[in-house]
């Protein structure tokens, strides 16, 4: 499924991993005409904390990075392997340092739809 989310995103999505990690793939959708730059820190966080704790190396470390960047910067060639990408400009790709934050994590994985 990860691979439908890289191949079909849309030009206002903005995609957070965990670097370095296999890791949940999260993407934020953008208002049209927004950009990377309009996010909120709080939701910066938020997608950050998902993305860390639905890490199966991730959750388990003290603290990772997260990386995110707009989905039109994901580069995907026929010789990566599945799930796997890199960036079309490195300049584009912003992280953040992430610790737990069981205040944030928890009332967002009790919205979880299966």
Request: net charge neutral; charged share 25%; with cysteine.
């Amino acid at each position: 499924e990860n691979e439908d989310l890289i191949a079909f995103g849309w030009p206002e999505d903005v995609w957070f991993h965990v670097d370095k990690h296999s890791s949940a793939h999260v993407y934020v959708r953008l208002p049209v005409g927004q950009t990377i730059d309009d996010l909120d820190e709080a939701v910066i966080e938020e997608c950050c904390q998902l993305t860390k704790g639905n890490s199966i190396e991730g959750c388990k470390l003290s603290s990772v990075r997260v990386v995110f960047t707009p989905w039109a910067n994901l580069k995907k060639t026929a010789t990566m392997e599945a799930g796997q990408v890199s960036f079309h400009n490195n300049k584009k790709v912003q992280h953040r340092m992430i610790n737990k934050n069981t205040k944030i994590l928890n009332p967002l994985e009790k919205t979880k739809v299966w």
